[in-house]
């Protein structure tokens, strides 16, 4: 099969400070990638028939050729999702409208402390100004939600703001990386029981495979090599993953050949079989590897999500 995904990161300088995440506080590389580098890429993961570029970081919105690389995107007909803090979300609100298919918003706790105590900034009235902003240009927008085991019991509240806004609720658990903790069995089960309720989505295929205790390296889950291309800002294709890099491989312009290599094909054999892959349940490749498990629950749940998740997207926003 085809890679599906690109993650694209095309910086890692961040504006935030978000207790779930490391990126942040790590010294980001100087180097990003040109818009003749995206362009050249975008080209090749065309020709791999990947369908979705996720433009992440970091925060996008500091990537000064954001918009630009999102038109090259939209131009070659692939499907684009785009994640922030919001910080910087009013100043390109105009320009992003009708490039990004999936816009999500960082959101923490309807509590504007707990919000930014988490965030690590003071950026909860951005995302309620930029929720505003958005409805009044009539742009859709998801709010994502990374459930801990610290704010799992208050995931209803925001599932209350969420269908008072009108606005689409993603619940996304937490995943153990960087010493952190990923969300327990008890919790993924507690968020479960809001799949169904109006103006949320969530994956259940994600949450039976946190309740199993994530990927099993003996019969493995995740694809991340098979089916998400990872790109770093400084142009390189990181394998098998962005969190559990081993190998670097420079793009020259030549991406198609470099993905098609010998030395890729060997490491895919040991896609969800390295031994940091055990109980691993990082969304950003399961997503990916759920409808490539047959003979399993993954499919039909990665499904019956997904048709939930379409059937939430048309409900009224505006």
């Known amino acids: 099969m085809?890679?599906?995904?690109?993650n694209?990161?095309?910086?890692?300088?961040?504006?935030?400070?978000?207790?779930?995440?490391?990126?942040?506080?790590?010294?980001?590389?100087?180097?990003?990638?040109?818009?003749?580098?995206?362009?050249?890429?975008?080209?090749?993961?065309?020709?791999?028939?990947?369908?979705?570029?996720?433009?992440?970081?970091?925060?996008?919105l500091l990537y000064p050729h954001l918009i630009e690389a999102l038109k090259e995107a939209k131009k070659l007909g692939f499907y684009t999702t785009v994640t922030t803090n919001t910080l910087?979300?009013?100043?390109?609100?105009?320009?992003?409208?009708?490039?990004?298919?999936?816009?999500?918003?960082?959101?923490?706790?309807?509590n504007e402390k707990e919000h930014d105590r988490i965030c690590g900034v003071k950026s909860f009235k951005s995302v309620m100004k930029s929720i505003i902003l958005a409805k009044k240009i009539r742009q859709k927008i998801?709010?994502?939600?990374?459930?801990?085991?610290?704010?799992?019991?208050?995931?209803?509240?925001?599932?209350?703001?969420?269908?008072?806004?009108?606005?689409?609720?993603?619940?996304?658990?937490?995943?153990?990386?960087?010493?952190?903790?990923?969300?327990?069995?008890?919790?993924?089960s507690k968020i479960s029981k809001f799949f169904g309720k109006p103006y949320v989505t969530l994956d259940l295929a994600h949450l039976e495979l946190i309740k199993r205790?994530?990927?099993?390296?003996?019969?493995?889950l995740c694809k991340a090599i098979s089916s998400t291309?990872?790109?770093s800002p400084d142009n390189y294709l990181l394998l098998p993953c962005y969190h559990h890099t081993t190998k670097r491989l420079k793009i020259e312009s030549n991406l198609f050949e470099v993905y098609n290599s010998e030395?890729?094909?060997?490491?895919?054999?040991?896609?969800g079989k390295m031994p940091f892959c055990k109980n691993c349940s990082i969304y950003c490749y399961m997503r990916s590897s759920f409808y490539r498990k047959p003979l399993s629950k993954y499919p039909y749940l990665y499904l019956l999500s997904c048709v939930n998740y379409l059937g939430e997207r048309r409900r009224k926003q505006f």
């Open 142 to 188: 998801v709010l994502i939600h990374t459930v801990t085991n610290d704010n799992a019991d208050k995931v209803g509240e925001l599932v209350e703001f969420a269908q008072k806004t009108k606005c689409l609720l993603f619940l996304n658990p937490c995943f153990e990386f960087f010493g952190n903790d990923g969300i327990i069995k008890e919790n993924a």
């Open 213 to 220: 205790g994530g990927n099993d390296t003996k019969k493995p």
């Open 88 to 110: 910087l979300y009013p100043v390109f609100a105009e320009r992003l409208k009708g490039l990004v298919d999936i816009l999500q918003f960082s959101v923490q706790s309807i």
């Open 263 to 271: 030395e890729v094909r060997k490491i895919k054999k040991s896609d």
């Open 8 to 60: 694209y990161y095309v910086t890692l300088r961040c504006n935030s400070k978000c207790c779930f995440c490391d990126i942040w506080q790590k010294k980001p590389s100087k180097k990003e990638p040109s818009i003749e580098e995206i362009k050249d890429n975008l080209q090749d993961l065309k020709k791999l028939g990947v369908k979705v570029i996720d433009f992440t970081g970091g925060e996008p």
């Open 2 to 6: 085809s890679p599906v995904l690109c």
């Open 229 to 231: 291309i990872v790109i």
